[in-house]
């Protein structure tokens, strides 16, 4: 079974399109996050939930939104893609706020034309 | 705003040679860990280094993180095409799992 599982796998729209990424993790954990990956694979996380609340929230445009319909499952909601916005998503959990290790999702290829 | 910078950013060696990656700040951090990344997949965990003069050993690679909680290296022995990836360090920021990742490190292991 996979840990932690997004779709799509891959993503690819025009300028100016709402997407949405789900993600679903099946290890019992309470803290999900998003990280988004450039060209350069720096990584750097957007957010975070813990138990469907709002943890970490970083500079991020709000044209991007996270919904936690339950612990389980962390999708990413983008509005008005943009170019820059082209980029690999990738979910993550921890057992909770606390824990060090995060385990991570196969990412989504998003590809803004 | 707390920064990792990895070096090398690109390794190429041959097998059987030994390398070491650094990933340094002007920051302390509570911990610190390791994380592999191959193509099209999501980072893995390799450790977590907590304690200042910390050393990890996983068979062949051997992780240390400095004594001010400022840096780690990681070294390899005897690498093998296996250990092709991109190796990451991130730093735990607030003590609340916000991981600040540096930029890695792409190591390719030659036969």
Known sequence: ???????????VTQMGNDKSIKCEQNLGHDTMYWYKQDSKKFLKIMFSYNNK?????????????PKSPDKAHLNLHINSLELGDSAVYF??????RRTDTQYFGPGTRLTVL | TQLLEQSPQFLSIQEGENLTVYCNSSSVFSSLQWYRQEPGEGPVLLVTVVTGGEVKKLKRLTFQFGDARKDSSLHITAAQPGDTGLYLCAGDAGGYNKLIFGAGTRLAVHP
Request: aromatic share 6%.
């Open chain 1, 1 to 11: 079974d996979t840990a932690v599982s997004q779709t799509p796998k891959y993503l």
């Open chain 1, 91 to 96: 979910c993550a959990s921890s057992r909770d």
């Open chain 1, 53 to 65: 609340e709002l943890i970490i929230n970083e500079t991020v445009p709000n044209r991007f939104s």
